[in-house]
């Protein structure tokens, strides 16, 4: 009595509790050198974040494969890209990677750059927590930026019809149900029958007694035979026949379809040559969050360029004196402007200059980014952006370098 | 084992013994069903996985292979025990009814109302006709022998024609992104799996390759095959798990 009272005042107890949904995909679990270091988003966009079942919602954007791909992660030879969702609450209808319809899973170049769109349809109303990302085969999921998506509406509403080769419309979220069931109910009415015809007699106690009595012929009668043998020869042959019948149905089927996309990395947009930055050290200190990255930067182009944004694992840190730096943002995707420079002023056109940034933010701590000196490879990868502010342009290198920790 | 008792002075239950033996009866069909519901579609659930759960994995090649390779475990070990101290020639059907019983329940409430997946995506396979040729083959030969060559054959080699007028109609060809897919494989790109990527589907791997066109025929006989050999292995376990010692005290 006293137990169940105690459970009784605990479930009460524990029913007053605010309960929040959950918010994330586990997108900050994956060791960090993976996350910064193997597929890198940028300029990722929603169409919209409010819509309704039947509409379509896109999201495009843009990722580097790194070319310091980590050694223990197995390279991109099969990946797939991919939608976080609570279960089918969205379909996708297309997707493209450069500009190719594809759907299959595709093998990824290091050093590559590519853009990508999906368009989805709602169909589940709902408030959702969605990201776009990658499965890498044998090394798992690298989270684009996420957003959470409003889907209003009626469920009755969705329909998703598509035509067949031949010609035929078939409603997708009915297709062939029916059918199954038909079959399933048609089989489990012969098992049932089979099994009643025995439980329908004396079963376990009396039939061991007299099988242990040596009357095993009469646990066994005749007419058991004779139905056993009817079952025996029909049922292969029924198969056979309807498995005919069915092949006749449907003479134009094709097996399922399985391939591996090859799709061309885009002409280089991130280290494409016009500013080159190579990383020279790379220090993490603990106590202040702070990473600090020396780079030496070569401007080739025509115009000065400002060092703008840091960005890595869906974390933008950027340089508030950069007008131009920003990003078009995923509502939790993770910004401030932790990214300052030991010299602001531009770096000329034909300049050589060694930089030092430092990359100061709590976000190094609340995304699980520091976890990085813990890793077996820790090193640091990520996009950074410069810009030119005059010719309006903005140019990518995707850096990397081992990172000391700074303990005190 | 408990004590023989001879054929002249065996004497039938009668009245509140037969009443009881009834009963007890209906407890151990109830408490069996259960049972096979629970472990049966459990040990399908880890082992045929994806085979059996999404309609883009039933292939042609390791479906049929993998399928009636361990659908015929626990019909194979129920069997022993049921057959050999009752005569009684129903274990694989029974086992089979409990696994679609346990599989539907899944599909209709986890997979359907619970993640949104539409139950034609997720349709089972059945292997009952295979379950009954199982049984009856049992029933009349009364020999271990020639059930596991016969009756294992035959288990594996129905299995894909027992399913194909179900599952047929989803490998009708549709032209999407500028190829050719299946509807069975329209429906994994469309309806979004987030922890199944396409590549993790196994189809047509392996080497297969010498033979032509003729993959399933060949799965299916290699599948006959090793079910010949996985039928009398289960029947032993289920013959060492049966354990009538207590009977004899009834």
């Not at chain 1, 580097?64 to 890209?81: G, M, R, T």
């Not at chain 1, 007699?201 to 095993?216: H, K, Q, V, W």
């Not at chain 2, 069996?32 to 999404?54: C, E, N, P, Q, R």
Request: with cysteine; aromatic share 12%; charged share 15%.
């Amino acid at each position: 009595m006293k137990t169940h009272l105690l459970a009784l005042i605990a479930l009460t107890v524990l029913s007053g509790l605010p309960l929040s949904s959950a918010q994330a995909h586990g997108e900050k679990a994956l060791e960090p050198f993976i996350r910064m270091r193997t597929i890198q988003w940028y300029d990722v966009q929603w169409s919209t974040q409010t819509f309704k079942v039947n509409d379509e919602v896109s999201v495009s954007g843009k990722f580097h494969v790194a070319e310091d791909w980590p050694i223990s992660v197995p390279k991109p030879e099969a990946s797939f890209l991919n939608i976080s969702t609570p279960g089918p609450v969205l379909i996708r209808t297309e997707r493209y990677l450069n500009g190719k319809p594809w759907t299959n899973s595709v093998a990824l170049q290091p050093g590559g750059d590519y853009d990508f769109k999906v368009v989805m349809k709602g169909r589940l109303p709902g408030r959702y927590h969605i990201h776009p990302f990658f499965n890498l085969k044998d090394a798992g999921q690298v989270m684009g930026p996420g957003v959470w998506l409003e889907i209003g509406g009626n469920p009755s509403d969705f329909s998703n019809t598509i035509k067949t080769i031949n010609g035929e419309m078939i409603d997708m979220e009915s297709f062939g149900f029916a059918n199954g069931v038909f079959w399933h109910l048609f089989w489990g009415a012969l098992a049932a029958a089979w099994l009643l015809w025995w439980v329908r007699r004396p079963l376990f106690i009396s039939r061991y007694r007299m099988l242990d009595a040596g009357l095993e012929d009469e646990l066994i009668t005749p007419q058991d035979k004779w139905i056993a043998k009817v079952v025996l020869v029909s049922v292969p042959v029924l198969v056979l026949v309807l498995n005919t019948v069915t092949a006749n149905r449907y003479p134009d089927v094709i097996p399922l379809q399985a391939g591996l996309d090859q799709i061309l990395p885009l002409p280089a947009q991130v280290n494409a040559g016009t500013v080159n930055v190579d990383t020279l050290k790379a220090e993490y200190n603990i106590a202040q969050r702070a990473m600090v990255l020396q780079v030496k930067v070569d401007n080739r182009s025509q115009g000065a360029v400002r060092i703008g944004e840091f960005a890595s694992s869906n974390v933008h840190f950027l340089n508030a004196d950069v007008a131009d730096a920003g990003y078009n943002p995923g509502k939790d995707d993770v910004s401030n402007n932790g990214l300052s420079l030991d010299n602001a002023s531009p770096i000329e056109p034909g300049e050589q200059r060694t930089v030092t940034i430092e990359v100061r933010d709590a976000a190094w701590e609340s995304e699980r980014l520091d976890g990085l000196i813990r890793d077996a490879d820790s090193r640091l990868g990520g996009l950074l952006f410069l810009y030119d502010d005059v010719l309006g342009k903005r140019y990518i290198s995707s850096i990397s370098a081992a990172v000391i920790p700074k303990f005190i | 084992m408990s004590a023989q008792i001879p054929i002249s002075t065996f004497k039938p239950y009668r009245g509140e013994k037969a009443r009881l033996a009834r009963a007890y009866d209906y407890l151990i069909l109830v408490l069996a069903l259960f049972l096979f519901i629970g472990s049966f579609h459990l040990h399908f659930a880890l082992t045929v996985g994806d085979w059996d759960f999404w309609v883009d994995w039933k292939d042609r090649q390791w479906w049929p292979l993998v399928t009636p390779l361990i659908g015929i475990t626990f019909p194979a070990a129920v069997q022993a025990v049921l057959w050999d101290k009752f005569r009684l020639p129903l274990g694989a059907t029974l086992c089979v009814a409990a696994l679609l019983i346990g599989t539907w329940v899944t599909r209709v409430f986890a997979y359907h109302y619970w993640n949104y997946f539409p139950i034609n995506m997720v349709l089972p396979a059945t292997m009952i006709p295979g379950a009954l040729v199982l049984d009856t083959l049992l029933m009349l030969t009364n020999s271990l022998t020639i059930t596991s060559i016969f009756g294992g054959a035959a288990f594996a080699l129905l299995f894909y024609p027992t399913n194909w007028p179900i599952f047929g109609m989803f490998h009708q060809p549709v032209e999407v992104a500028n190829s050719q897919l299946t509807i069975a494989d329209l429906f994994g790109f469309q309806y979004i799996r987030t922890g199944m990527p396409e590549y993790l589907r196994i189809i047509e791997r392996g080497t297969l390759r010498t033979y032509g066109q003729y993959a399933t025929p060949l799965s299916a006989f290699c599948s006959a095959l090793l079910c010949s050999l996985m039928y009398p292995l289960w029947w032993h376990i289920g013959k060492w798990f049966a354990d009538t010692r207590y009977l004899s005290k009834i």
